[in-house]
């Protein structure tokens, strides 16, 4: 395992990589120690999304009204 990815986003991420899987990732960033050793790197990701429509799920109810 490389890095770290907010649960939030894990549902997004891979709808996309499933929907198009035509996609790239590389080192953005290096970060210095003390950073825990699973949040060293910065990973870019690149691809496109056709149909999916990200930030839609349960995890982005508004919870007030």
């Known amino acids: 395992m490389i890095g770290w990815t907010p649960r939030y986003l894990v549902h997004d991420l891979v709808a996309a990589m499933a929907e198009f899987p035509d ?3 590389h080192v953005a960033r290096v970060n210095p120690q003390p ?3 699973r949040q060293r790197l ?6 496109r999304w ?3 429509d990200p930030m839609t ?8 009204g």
């Open 57 to 64: 799920g349960e995890d982005f109810i508004p919870l007030t």
């Open 23 to 25: 996609y790239s990732a």
């Open 50 to 52: 056709e149909t999916h």
């Open 42 to 47: 910065l990973i870019e990701m690149r691809g």
């Open 35 to 37: 950073a825990p050793s």
